[in-house]
Each structure stands twice: as C-alpha cells, then as structure tokens.
C-alpha cells in the first residue's frame, strides 16, 4: 500500500492537482501508512457521528 500511494502522490504532483483521503481515525494501519509515506493531516470531516480525518496529499 506505501509504494501505491507513493505512486498515486508522485502522479497527482506531476498532473498539477491535489487529492485527498479521508480515513477513519481508529483504523491505525491506514493512519501509519499514510503518515509513513508522509502524507499530512489536515483537518476532520464530519459525517452524522462519524468522524474521519480529511488527509491531502501533496
């Protein structure tokens, strides 16, 4: 999974666009590989009591 978003980052940058991920907090594998290919978290997004963190990557 680190070398497919390492990929899909490296892509994004060349195409001159962002994307973001949104992730479930408590789904700690997701949240390791994204902060372990350096991918930052930039706020929350609220979806009825759920709750995910809204991840660009640049």
Known sequence: MTEIL???????KN??????ATVNPENEKSVRVLVKTGIEKEGW???GEDKYYKI???
């Open 6 to 12: 390492k990929e899909l980052n490296e892509h994004a």
């Open 15 to 20: 195409s001159g666009k962002k994307m973001i």
């Open 45 to 47: 997004v609220t979806e």
């Open 56 to 58: 660009w990557l640049k």
